[in-house]
């Protein structure tokens, strides 16, 4: 294992983590502690799975994928810091805003996840799990977080 790879994985994570976590906290949609903790939960599921996978299946590119998973994640947290600094300054927490921030820290994690796939010439098939793991996460949102079906 390459711990240098590893060790750049987790603070990456932990950024993420942490953006994720203030871009939630700055919804308004957010009506109880139990579905921030709900939403943060699903959204780390996904990550979690991945990272499983990549351990138990994955041998030599174990640690690149994982620290392109790691990048992957903190991009896709990136994308939510205008929104993030907009809510907590009180400039706006528009809801729309929200949902369009969400929709393009998707977007540009579904293709910087398939870069890393093909990047590290692995199977279609991490990807694909991905967006079904993504599939899900959204589904429970819908429902389980915010009751919509």
Same mark, same amino acid.
């Given at each position: $294992? ?15 983590? @942490?953006?994720?976590? $203030?871009? @939630? ?22 990550? $979690? ?5 990549? =351990? ?9 994928? &994982?620290?392109? $998973? ?11 810091i205008?929104? &993030? &600094?907009?809510?907590?300054? %009180?400039?706006? %927490? %528009? ?12 977007l @540009?994690? @579904? ?5 890393? =796939? ?11 799990s ?6 899900l996460?959204?589904?429970?949102? &819908?429902? =389980? ?5």
């Amino acid at each position: $294992m390459n711990k240098p790879h590893l060790s750049r994985a987790f603070i990456y994570f932990a950024i993420s983590l @942490v953006l994720t976590t $203030m871009f @939630v906290l700055g919804c308004p949609l957010y009506i109880s502690q139990e579905q921030l903790l709900l939403s943060l939960s699903i959204a780390g599921g996904k990550w $979690m799975i991945q990272l499983f996978l990549a =351990v138990a299946l994955l041998r030599k590119r174990r640690s690149s994928f &994982i620290h392109g $998973m790691g990048r992957v994640c903190l991009i896709g947290s990136a994308v939510l810091i205008p929104y &993030i &600094i907009s809510s907590w300054l %009180d400039i706006s %927490d %528009d809801t729309l805003f929200f949902f369009g921030s969400l929709v393009l820290a998707i977007l @540009v994690m @579904v293709f910087r996840y398939y870069a890393e =796939v093909a990047r590290l010439n692995l199977s279609l098939g991490w990807w694909y799990s991905w967006l079904l793991s993504l599939a899900l996460a959204f589904g429970l949102q &819908i429902t =389980v977080v915010f009751h919509l079906f």
